[in-house]
């Protein structure tokens, strides 16, 4: 059993030596893992942590606001820098998902690396938690934050050092250890979100335009079922043409972009496809026969309208450690109430698509 107090216990003399008079950046994100090590670290060291948020333009809707009013009592000296123009006009169009990927990590050290020389910091922390390194060192995905794990000597390439107070804990330790240090519930109970944000939900090419119309989505879909109880929750966005084949039961569509998956234990970039069912909840048997096509995602049609271009994905997973992964059985009434909100709100959206895929095939996020 997981003891929050005997884990501080542990962890402050261990700090306290490592830290001596220097000072100390902490990367947060307003997730749960980042800004968890953060309150602990200013809760043992002080003033000697300088937390910053970085606003990379792939945050949700007005989250770097919101993350720092909830945190204006248990962090008061959160600095919110806002990168956003750089990481989207360097990431803007590019389309493959690990190069998108690498190439988020690479902008979001490199500002990291200026920040510090600007603080005086010799150590850079992070919230990486356990199920972060496991599935970066599995190859599945290039999670941002996992370095050291990997191989990447972070002295050498951008001059600092690593403090990862929490890589042993698993989520539902830290969300513990969050309640105990008083953090807000907004905080402690919020869904997780990833470090590359949005970004890993705009499937193929980065625009500006899918982005922002990602970002509205979201917002429907989190205010929507915010009340569930899912583990986690949120919409994706792809170009709905581009469909390359019907299949032989004239119900089955394959689309023109490819997501991520997972295959035993590596990383599998598979099709996507969508299919016309009447129970989301009972497509076994059509999903058991499309495993010849290499698929990541199956997508259930919600609604769909003549106009528009782009395919919005709503995903709602039930999971324990996010290793593996139930789709949610949302009710029917609300998925239609989703889509008609998106339809009114987003005129350039032609369908809302409710994937079905449990983890494995699919991962988590599409990217
Ligand atoms: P996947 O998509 O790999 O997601 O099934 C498992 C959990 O990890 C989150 N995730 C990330 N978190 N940096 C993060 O901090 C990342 O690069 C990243 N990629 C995925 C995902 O949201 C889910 O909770």
């Known amino acids: 059993?997981?003891?929050p107090s005997s884990f501080i216990d542990e962890i402050t003399p261990q700090l306290k030596d490592k830290i001596g008079n220097e000072r100390v950046l902490a990367a947060v994100s307003g997730g749960v893992d980042s800004t968890t090590a953060a309150v602990l670290a200013y809760k043992i060291l002080g003033d000697k942590v300088i937390p910053v948020l970085i606003d990379t333009g792939f945050l949700r809707k007005d989250e770097a606001k919101?993350?720092?009013?909830?945190?204006?009592d248990v962090l008061p000296n959160l600095i919110v820098?806002?990168?956003s123009d750089l990481f989207v006009s360097s990431i803007e169009g590019l389309s493959d998902a690990e190069e998108k990927r690498k190439k988020f990590r690479e902008l979001f050290y490199s500002t990291i690396s200026s920040l510090m020389k600007q603080y005086n910091a010799k150590y850079l922390m992070q919230g990486t938690i356990a199920a972060d390194w496991v599935e970066t060192q599995g190859g599945?995905?290039?999670q941002h934050n996992v370095l050291v794990q990997i191989g990447i000597d972070t002295e050498k390439q951008w001059g600092f050092t690593l403090i990862e107070p929490l890589a042993d804990l698993y989520k539902n330790e830290v969300r513990e250890l969050a309640r105990y240090l008083n953090l807000p519930k907004e905080i402690s109970e919020r869904q997780p979100f990833p470090g590359p944000g949005l970004l890993v939900r705009v499937v193929g090419k980065l625009t500006r335009e899918k982005l922002e119309i990602v970002r509205e989505a979201n917002e429907?879909?989190?205010s929507s079922l915010s009340d569930f109880g899912y583990s986690q929750y949120f919409a994706a966005i792809f170009e709905s043409s581009g469909i390359l084949s019907k299949l032989s039961d004239n119900n089955v569509f394959i689309y023109d972009v490819k997501a991520t998956g997972v295959k035993g234990d590596v990383r599998a970039y598979g099709?996507?496809?969508k299919i016309y069912c009447e129970d989301y909840y009972n497509v076994k048997n059509i999903v058991d026969k499309l495993e010849k096509y290499d698929i990541t995602h199956v997508l259930c049609t919600v609604k769909e309208r003549e106009e528009?271009?782009?395919s919005i994905a709503v995903r709602a997973v039930i999971?324990?450690?996010?290793?593996?992964a139930d789709y949610a059985k949302i009710p029917k009434e609300i998925l239609s109430n989703i889509a008609d909100q998106i339809f009114e709100k987003i005129h350039s959206v032609k369908e809302v698509l409710y994937d079905v895929t449990s983890k494995p095939p699919a991962t988590i996020e599409f990217e």
């Open 1 to 3: 059993m997981f003891n």
């Open 271 to 273: 099709n996507v496809v």
């Open 308 to 310: 528009g271009k782009y």
């Open 319 to 324: 999971t324990e450690d996010f290793m593996t």
């Open 220 to 222: 429907i879909v989190e």
């Open 140 to 142: 599945i995905k290039t």
């Open 81 to 83: 820098i806002d990168k």
């Open 66 to 72: 919101k993350v720092k009013y909830y945190l204006r």
